[in-house]
């Protein structure tokens, strides 16, 4: 009976794959590592949705991390074609060719010539058609499709067909297949709704920011300079500032930032004054910081430590 892929990543149940994310400094509840374990048992495209900053991204580099494999980050946005996802040729290398066969005065017939300006030497592989070039099941590379939501529905359409397959036809060199198929993370912050076809060939999950206490043992873990209190003041922060309808949300990338500059300016509580010095670290618009001073910093701060008893 062949080893499943699970077991050849060292992975055999979701708890494991939860404490190895873990030792990458990724910490995973049971739902995302559940969600994880299966797209690797299954070998199926792992879809994340949610709001920016949440970690999605930071799954696929984790475990990249983990399973010490390449990571093939396709960074999608509106009008990415096929060129830009899967190959290219190289036209100044096949214009080089060309010139050097006749300066050298090489004669070829038109078919032997064009079939030159075609081979391997000259083909670009992108993102798409360099996750197929793996043969060892051990570190199979992770293909992270990244904000898929930016892309076109054409672009859309076109991933339905490699993410059945995991083949790509080149015309002029023939199909391209996967040895080992790519372990695919996709993630969407649902600017827009995907296709449901597209669904239908992953597996889903809804990724929220992380609780208060998960974010602050996140805080701890990144940055280890953080406190026990300081972080639990930043944790509670951080989620009373979700609270109050902002345009951007703080993800928890901008709370170990703010963690980071509190730490790095020796601070060892959050006070009004610290607040205010730093909060371009965890706020991001302008209009956000017009509401957080509508507020007012005293009693934001008070309200999160009153709430979650930092």
Known sequence: M????????????????????????????????????????????????????????????????????????????????????????????QLLHLRATEAVGVQADR????????????????????????????RPPVLLIDELDRADDEFEAFLLELLSTFEITIPELGTRRALVKPVVILTSNRTRDLHDALKRRCLYLWVDHPSFEREVEIIRLRVPEASASLAAQIGAIVQE???????????????????????????????????????GTVIKYREDEERIDSVGLTTLIERAFARFGA
């Open 111 to 138: 078919t032997s010539l064009e079939a030159e300006l075609y081979e391997d030497r000259y083909l670009i592989e992108r993102p798409l058609l360099r996750s197929l070039g793996y043969a060892d099941p051990t």
């Open 241 to 279: 500032f979700r609270r109050q309808g902002l345009v951007k949300p703080p993800g928890i990338a901008e709370a170990i930032d703010w963690a980071s500059a509190l730490t790095r300016l020796t601070a060892v509580e959050v006070t009004p004054a610290w607040l205010e010095m730093t909060l």
């Open 2 to 93: 062949a080893e499943s892929r699970t077991d050849q990543l060292g992975v055999a149940t979701p708890e494991k794959l939860a404490q190895g994310l873990s030792s990458v400094d990724y910490l995973a509840d049971l739902k995302i590592a559940t969600a994880s374990f299966l797209a690797l048992a299954l070998e199926k495209p792992l879809l994340l949705e949610g709001d920016a900053g949440v970690g999605k991204t930071e799954l696929a580099l984790a475990l990249s991390r983990l399973f010490g494999s390449d990571l093939i980050r396709l960074q999608c946005y509106e009008g990415i074609d096929a060129t830009q996802a899967v190959y290219d040729w190289d036209y100044a290398k």
